[in-house]
């Protein structure tokens, strides 16, 4: 007799509510995940500190002259010589033409 119970059912209204609910939750989700993923691309920055770390390469070879101007994709690269009391040093620094970003180095000159 067992197999002739009756189960009960949910009505249409509950099911379509349920589905919604549903629905609704994995789109919070998706959208959530994509902002993440966005947000992690456009904070990317290991292209301009290689480009920064070669410029002080050739810097402490002789094969950059200083003052140097340059572009690299969105960012704006400038190597300057800076004195401050009585301490020179010269300046690496890229900054992101959008967002304003700064990425700087320094290296101490004696």
């Given amino acids: 007799m067992a197999l002739l119970k009756r189960i009960t059912s949910s009505t ?3 099911t379509l509510v349920a589905t919604v609910l ?3 939750v994995f789109m919070v989700a998706s959208m959530l995940l994509n902002s993440l993923f966005v947000e992690g691309i456009s904070q990317r920055d290991d292209a301009i ?5 070669l ?3 050739r810097y402490g070879h002789g094969k950059l002259e200083v003052p140097y ?3 690299v994709g969105p960012w704006n690269v400038q190597v300057t010589h800076e004195e401050w009391q009585s301490d020179k040093r010269t300046l690496f620094m890229a900054v992101h033409k959008e967002n304003n970003r700064e990425i700087s180095f320094e290296i101490r000159n004696e």
Avoid: F
């Fill in 22 to 24: 549903i629905v609704i």
């Fill in 12 to 14: 249409l209204m509950e």
């Fill in 69 to 71: 101007y340059g572009e």
């Fill in 49 to 53: 500190r290689q480009e920064l770390l």
């Fill in 55 to 57: 410029l002080q390469y």
